[in-house]
């Protein structure tokens, strides 16, 4: 199986603030990475697919980028609504894995 | 407008077998991989495993031997059984499209796999 780790597991930040997210995969991936947005008691949302494309309707402050094993979610001014969980996920080979998750909160 | 409705029971007694389903509206159901994905309570995401609408599948070895995804492309769904189910099954069991495909120009090329349209969840909670 391919480990995903995430970095760090949790961060306060303020709004505005640019936060940045680090995920690690345990062997080579090329591209194939994901990131997903999750809110309490609701399903995980794509933000970027192929570590760096950004899903259409995703605000501009999300970025991606990375191959290989490193990848970085970047969010450039941190909003009231970006506050939330943050898995990558690689989907290079099965199983499709996770990283365990950043939880973004107010500081 | 895609759509991933689920259902399927949510009290289960340890050594039962759990069952889901989830239905596609609103969309294609060929030519995507269909996944179902956990999370137990205040924890972090697992997969368990794909189908096609040919039926092709992929599974986690983690739960290889007690998993079976299946599709019905006649009703446009896809299910999970679980069986001897535990109370380390507890969690959120969600369903997902997954889109794989290629992006290229002359200046890139790159391929791609993600899941894009996800279900509710359903809440599956293991007790005696």
């Not at chain 1, 309707?57 to 990848?71: E, H, K, L, M, Y």
């Not at chain 2, 889901?20 to 060929?30: E, P």
């Not at chain 2, 079976?68 to 499209?97: E, G, H, N, P």
Request: with cysteine; charged share 15%; proline share 4%.
């Amino acid at each position: 199986d391919i480990h995903m780790t995430q970095s760090p597991s949790s961060l306060s930040a303020s709004v505005a603030d640019r936060v940045t997210i680090t995920c690690r995969a345990s062997q080579s991936i090329s591209t194939y990475l994901n990131w997903y947005q999750q809110k309490p008691g609701k399903a995980p949302e794509l933000l970027i697919y192929a570590a760096s494309t950004l899903r259409g309707g995703v605000p501009s402050r999300f970025s991606g980028s990375g191959s290989g094993t490193d990848f970085t979610l970047t969010i450039s001014s941190l909003q009231p609504e970006d506050f939330a969980t943050y898995y990558c996920q690689q989907t290079y080979s099965t199983p499709r894995t996770f990283g365990q998750g950043t939880k973004v909160e107010i500081k | 407008q895609v759509q991933l409705q689920q259902w399927g029971a949510g009290l289960l007694k340890p050594s039962e077998t759990l069952s889901l389903t989830c239905a596609v509206y609103g969309g294609s159901f060929s030519g995507y991989q269909w996944s179902w994905i956990r999370q137990p309570p205040g924890k972090g995401l697992e997969w368990i495993g794909e189908i096609n609408h040919s039926g092709s599948t992929n599974y986690n070895p983690s739960l290889k031997r007690r998993v079976t995804i299946s599709v019905d492309t006649s009703k446009d769904q896809f299910s999970l059984k679980l069986s001897s189910v535990t109370a380390a099954d507890t969690a959120m069991y969600y369903c997902a499209r997954g889109v794989r495909g290629v992006r290229s120009s002359t200046a890139f090329s790159y391929s791609y796999y993600y899941m894009d349209v996800w279900g509710k969840g359903t809440t599956v909670t293991v007790s005696s």
